[in-house]
């Protein structure tokens, strides 16, 4: 991670489209979108309604399997989107992810385009 004191994010995020599922307390049905970036700590979820700031989130990324992340959202964009934080995984979910993230700053590394989940 660089010193610059302007990015407070823990892990680079990588330009990477994943399906989500959404689960809010408020929302009787997931909510299916897809990120725009994502890393170990946190996503950016491109969106037209976003989610206030602080609203806590159930997420379901599909990967080469599917994690299961308790996460909030720190930033809202209206009509863009909302940056969340990841509060919560268990162990074998952020091995899953982080074996994903590698695999895809790999691929973007040797001149593919982003890369996507199935």
Same mark, same amino acid.
């Given at each position: 991670?660089?010193?610059?004191?302007?990015?407070?994010r823990q892990?680079?995020?990588?330009?990477?489209?994943?399906?989500? @599922?959404?689960?809010? $307390? +408020? #929302?009787? #049905?997931?909510?299916r979108g897809?990120?725009?970036?994502? #890393?170990? #700590?946190?996503?950016?979820?491109?969106?037209?309604?976003?989610?206030?700031?602080? +609203?806590? =989130?159930? =997420?379901?990324?599909?990967? @080469? *399997?599917? &994690?299961?992340?308790?996460?909030? &959202? &720190?930033?809202? $964009?209206?009509?863009?989107?909302?940056g969340?934080?990841?509060?919560?995984?268990?162990? %074998? $979910?952020?091995? +899953?992810? %982080? +074996?994903? =993230? %590698? *695999?895809?700053? !790999?691929? !973007?590394?040797?001149g593919?385009?982003? =890369?996507?989940?199935?």
């Amino acid at each position: 991670m660089s010193n610059n004191s302007n990015n407070r994010r823990q892990h680079a995020r990588i330009k990477v489209s994943v399906p989500v @599922e959404i689960q809010t $307390d +408020a #929302s009787g #049905s997931p909510i299916r979108g897809a990120t725009a970036d994502l #890393s170990l #700590s946190g996503c950016y979820i491109e969106t037209i309604f976003p989610f206030p700031i602080g +609203a806590n =989130l159930d =997420l379901r990324l599909s990967i @080469e *399997t599917t &994690v299961l992340i308790a996460a909030n &959202v &720190v930033t809202c $964009d209206p009509q863009v989107g909302n940056g969340i934080r990841f509060i919560r995984m268990l162990a %074998e $979910d952020r091995k +899953a992810l %982080e +074996a994903f =993230l %590698e *695999t895809a700053e !790999q691929a !973007q590394g040797s001149g593919s385009q982003a =890369l996507s989940a199935p």
